[in-house]
């Protein structure tokens, strides 16, 4: 019997080869994790575990070289112009938060506006609804048409000379929709306002390029894209890393500290106070080195399959909807039930072991405008998922709202 490339790709997840009955949809939440990723963090800890930078002593290099190594594979995974526009963080929130206490807190003056999207994660609202409090800047949101996608007519009508910032998700965690950056991004410009793009949901299935993408800040989170948790990534163009202050105050971010004053080192380290989480940066570059290795073309290819073959079989079951419905979607799924409560749903699928999402999906805003006060029951897919899986998903739900009826 031969090997599907498929069958060869999810024999590198332990999880999935210890719990074969398994049919896990809730990558949007979380991937998955490759042994390619366990087995570097297993080996640095078995190895080279020492604290970085500084060390006196060969462990201590020996962890220095693999941390800033792991900066250089960040960098190409997405293309930067170089390591130095790398910044580690615990996850994609902070990397929001960094840019916003950070660039914003020194940037932001009474009067500015920030333009949010009605798409966008409780992370990329949040800070700055803090930070606005704190400048004086006030936020508009940029509303949605009808399919779920930006309304770029009410986008342009909001961009002034007052717009500072475009906050923008490059796929909806809640709908898989995917705003045109490619439009987005200059007509920001065009009114001298800066771009972040949160790039947590589309980093493990899009290939990304931020040189051609042209914002100005680009986050992402390790544990949405086969890495370990507790780790993320902060891109912003060197020019403007070098002119934003520190946000977080202690070691490693300092060139030399007085009580009469302290000088701080140079973009990156300048963001990264204290002891980094250096066991998950090393895994996370094996996890992008593990991606990077697939051909990744073809898991795209795959994965719309799926989404497909999900709609498709979504269509054919009475009382049941997807959300959003506007093209080039992310392989993410969020349903709404007419006669049944998404909880109770999921708890039935979960009963046979087909795991999925409930709840507003930390995008509050986005459920307020579609008057959904239960949240939805959300289904993502990742390249380790299979035809077989989708159509037992789709048997059981049916099954399901059958009962619930």
């Known amino acids: ?33 490759p042994l390619a990723m366990l087995d ?25 070289e693999a941390y800033e190594a792991a900066r250089i594979t960040v960098a190409r995974f997405i293309n930067a112009a170089s390591a130095g526009e790398i910044v580690f963080t615990r996850g994609a929130t902070e990397a929001i938060n960094l840019v916003a206490y950070s660039w914003g807190g020194s940037t932001l003056k009474p009067g ?17 609804q ?17 399919d779920g996608q930006i309304d770029m007519a009410a986008y342009q009508a909001l961009l002034s000379p007052r717009t500072r910032l475009v906050g923008i998700s490059q796929m909806s965690n ?44 680009y986050v992402f989170s390790g544990h949405k894209v086969f890495g370990p948790t507790g780790i993320g990534v902060l891109w912003a163009r060197a020019d403007i890393l070098e002119q ?29 106070a204290g002891t980094p989480a250096f066991a998950q940066t090393i895994a996370l570059a094996a996890a992008l080195d593990w991606l990077r290795g697939q051909d990744r073309p073809a898991i795209a290819v795959h994965e719309s399959a799926l989404y497909r073959q999900l709609a498709a079989g979504i269509d054919q079951i009475n009382g049941v909807r997807i ?11 969020s349903l709404v039930f007419s006669h049944a409560h998404p909880y109770d749903v999921a708890q039935f699928l979960d ?21 959904l006060n239960n949240g939805t029951l959300r289904i993502s897919i990742a390249a380790y998922n299979t035809a077989a899986q989708i159509d037992l998903l789709l048997s059981t739900l049916n099954e399901t709202l059958e009962l619930l009826a």
């Open 244 to 272: 934003m202050p520190p946000w977080q105050g202690g070691g490693e971010m300092i060139e030399r500290v007085s009580f009469a004053g302290t000088t701080f080192a140079p973009a990156p380290r300048r963001f990264e």
């Open 174 to 217: 809640a709908l898989g929709v995917c705003p045109p950056l490619a439009q987005i991004i200059p007509t920001a410009h065009a009114v001298g306002a800066s771009v972040l793009v949160d790039g947590a949901q589309a980093i493990a299935h899009q290939e990304i390029d931020v040189q051609a993408l042209g914002a100005d800040f």
């Open 130 to 146: 803090l930070i606005a409090q704190t400048t004086g800047a006030v936020i508009r949101a940029i509303p949605l048409l009808d």
């Open 351 to 371: 009963e046979r072991d087909i795991a999925v999402r409930v709840g507003n999906h930390c995008a509050g805003p986005l459920m307020q405008s579609l008057g």
């Open 1 to 33: 019997m031969t090997t599907s490339p498929l069958d060869s790709l999810r024999a590198q997840f332990p999880l999935l080869q210890a719990n074969p009955e398994l049919v896990y949809l809730d990558n949007a939440a979380t991937t998955q994790k």
């Open 40 to 64: 570097a963090e297993r080996r640095f800890y078995e190895t080279m575990n020492a604290n970085v930078h500084r060390g006196g002593h060969r462990l201590g290099h020996a962890a220095t």
């Open 112 to 128: 500015d506006e920030i333009l949010l999207s009605t798409l966008e994660h409780h992370a990329n609202i949040v800070p700055w």
């Open 323 to 333: 959300l959003g419905t506007a093209t080039g979607k992310g392989p993410i799924a």
